[in-house]
């Protein structure tokens, strides 16, 4: 019960609506959001089928404009890996970032939920059309992933596209 109460009082500052608002977090520390991060969940996209052991790493370059983006997986037995760019468009906030891995597509990669100590977060995309949970080790508590998956709920998400990331 004491994670409910901690979470409902992060996710709590967010509107609970199903239309197409989505929120983004308030603040985002870039230098505390770089690192490795485990996929726990998602939507799975084309590029993703079958993809077990998913990782994504931010790398700040102070002086650059963009933050490397590594994210690795296991297909088939094989590690799969591709590097990219994420751009920051929310400077006020850094809550909302474009990422790109194929000029010149860019698409949305929105914080829109964060653990206060960044150790799980939440990103999707204005259309809710991509969702991720990450956490900074492979596994996740049952309690605090399904409290998410309320939240993911609350905003609209839909529940049957939400697939487990297996992890080692």
Not at 108 to 128: C, E, F, G, P, R
Not at 150 to 160: H, M, P
């Amino acid at each position: 019960m004491r994670i409910q109460s901690y979470l409902h009082s992060i996710l709590g500052s967010f509107s609970s609506r199903r239309d197409s608002y989505l929120p983004t977090v308030k603040s985002l520390n870039l230098d505390r959001y770089a690192g490795k991060w485990y996929e726990i969940a998602r939507y799975t996209l084309w590029f993703e089928k079958g993809m077990t052991e998913v990782t994504a790493e931010y790398i700040i370059h102070p002086n650059l404009d963009y933050i490397t983006v590594i994210n690795s997986g296991i297909v088939n037995g094989r590690v799969k890996s591709i590097e990219g760019k994420a751009f920051v468009c929310d400077k006020r906030t850094n809550s909302k970032l474009k990422v790109q891995f194929f000029w010149p597509f860019k698409s949305d990669y929105w914080i829109i939920a964060l653990d206060k100590d960044y150790q799980w977060t939440i990103v999707s995309n204005k259309n809710k059309s991509n969702l991720w949970v990450l956490s900074r080790t492979p596994q996740m508590s049952d309690e605090l992933l399904t409290t998410l998956k309320v939240q993911l709920l609350e905003w609209g998400f839909d529940e049957t596209k939400i697939d487990m990331t297996s992890q080692k």
